[in-house]
């Protein structure tokens, strides 16, 4: 009896159970409608692309970036401030393929699909929001190890 490869069903199942897990700026917009309408036009637009600038609010961000890793409050010149940090792996994307067998009539071939962290690869990559009073005062993106 012949065996056929699930390859060419697995690797297209596992890639769209992937993307799943990324939600994008329009996939947090769709679910939060009714924030989104209240920001002004210009702050839609930049929200939209994923982007941040001065003045917005911590809902604007959520939008724009999703939900931070890490939340640190803080008070500054008399201010109360917040800082929010998002945090990029610099992980990558493998594939493989194996084949292994026994004595005797049975072997086999496997396929899989994993993330790495390649070694001597791309550091981690922080990016800090900083909060006063509610409004985004600055970010910056800062590179680890």
């Known amino acids: 009896m012949m065996k056929r490869s699930l390859f060419p069903v697995l690797f297209p199942a596992c890639i769209a159970l992937l993307a799943a897990c990324s939600p994008t700026p329009s996939d947090r917009i769709a679910k939060n409608m009714p924030v989104y309408q209240q920001l002004p036009k210009e702050q839609q637009v930049k929200v939209a692309r994923g982007e941040l600038e ?12 999703g939900e931070p890793e890490q939340k640190m409050a803080g008070w500054s010149n008399g201010k109360n401030t917040e800082r929010w940090i998002y945090t990029r792996s610099g992980t990558g994307w493998s594939l493989g393929l194996g084949g292994g067998g026994f004595r005797g ?3 086999g ?8 962290m390649p070694l001597g690869g791309r550091p981690p990559i922080s990016y800090n929001v900083l909060f006063e009073n509610g409004k985004v ?3 910056e993106a800062v590179k680890g190890f």
Do not use: H, I, N, Y
């Open 137 to 139: 005062v600055s970010w």
């Open 105 to 107: 009539r049975d072997s």
């Open 109 to 116: 071939v496997g396929t899989g699909v994993g993330v790495t």
């Open 54 to 65: 001065k003045g917005m609010s911590p809902e604007a961000v959520l939008l724009a970036w």
